[in-house]
């Protein structure tokens, strides 16, 4: 038949039903499709002709229109295989490329590098076959297909990327989370450690107090010895002047004693003569 279906929501529904697990695939086969969904109107042929294909009016349930399109538009949703002579025959070898799972990435890189100036051929080809008359059906299944991988593929790497983006999230606040309790622990451990020494630095102050009032109170002895010394000194002296004078005195008494004592001598000789 021809008809022109938009085929954003059916393709969504097919990748997204692949992926599903049986529990969800119950739940996402009851949407409802419309023929604005379509790109029909009620008005139109195309849509009688759904409405038959697939037995019942519309809304159609999604998987009754998966159903009925598989059944007798078997591979409607498979990439057509292009001929050489095809304006995207060059284009699809590099499609091929990042469809298949296990692509090595350098190729891939290569392929998406080169990917600009083969739109730009396929833009031109494309052009020719279209003024030529060319239906070019099967370069836009293709082009339908392609673009749906190429999104598959787009989507599953921002699904690693935004992954891997967690995981270094989730690493960096772990770091963080490891850093901010190290931070406290060195801070209690500063903290703990300047508090002890602040204890010592204490405990010394008053021991070095304590020398202190020792050495004032020694000090303060020492000073009243010295002027107790002074004192003595000054005692010692007077004393030494009282034994100067008492010698010269008891000197002098000495000599009025022999004075006095050779006085005596010559009276008593002066006596004894007088009696002879």
């Known amino acids: 038949p021809s008809f022109e279906v938009n085929t954003s929501l059916v393709d969504s529904h097919t990748n997204q039903t692949q992926a599903l697990p049986q529990n969800q695939m119950a739940q996402s086969a009851d949407a409802y499709l419309g023929p604005s969904d379509l790109g029909i109107t009620e008005d139109v042929d195309s849509c009688q002709m759904f409405t038959d294909l697939i ?3 519309p809304p159609w349930p999604l998987h009754s229109v998966m159903s009925a399109l598989d059944q007798h538009y078997s591979g409607w949703d498979s990439a057509s ?3 050489l002579s095809s304006p995207l025959s060059r284009l699809g070898t590099l499609a091929n490329t990042w469809a298949v799972d296990g692509a090595d990435c350098v190729e891939i890189d290569e392929a998406l590098g080169e990917l600009k100036g083969e739109v730009k051929h396929a833009q031109l080809r494309l052009l020719t076959s279209r003024m030529a008359g060319n239906s070019l059906q099967d370069e ?23 992954r ?9 606040d772990e770091m963080k989370e490891v850093r ?24 010394e102050l008053q021991l070095k107090e304590v020398e202190a009032d020792t050495f004032q109170r020694d000090s303060q002895a020492l ?10 000194e000054a005692a ?3 004393l030494d002047q009282e034994h100067m004078k008492l010698k010269q005195e008891y000197a002098i008494i000495q000599e009025r004693l022999m004075d006095t004592r050779t006085r005596c001598e010559g009276l008593i000789s002066a006596h004894e003569e007088s009696e002879d």
């Open 140 to 162: 836009c299944s293709f082009l339908v297909v392609a673009l749906d991988n190429l999104g598959a593929k787009f989507l599953s790497e921002r699904k690693i990327h935004r």
């Open 81 to 83: 295989q292009l001929s």
């Open 55 to 57: 037995g019942a009016p």
């Open 236 to 238: 010692l002296s007077m």
């Open 223 to 232: 000073h009243a010895s010295e002027k107790r010394c002074v004192e003595v």
């Open 180 to 203: 901010r309790k190290r931070t406290e622990e060195a801070v209690d451990a500063a903290k703990e450690e300047f508090k002890q020494q602040i204890d010592d630095l204490a405990k």
């Open 164 to 172: 891997e983006h967690e995981a270094t999230r989730s690493e960096l």
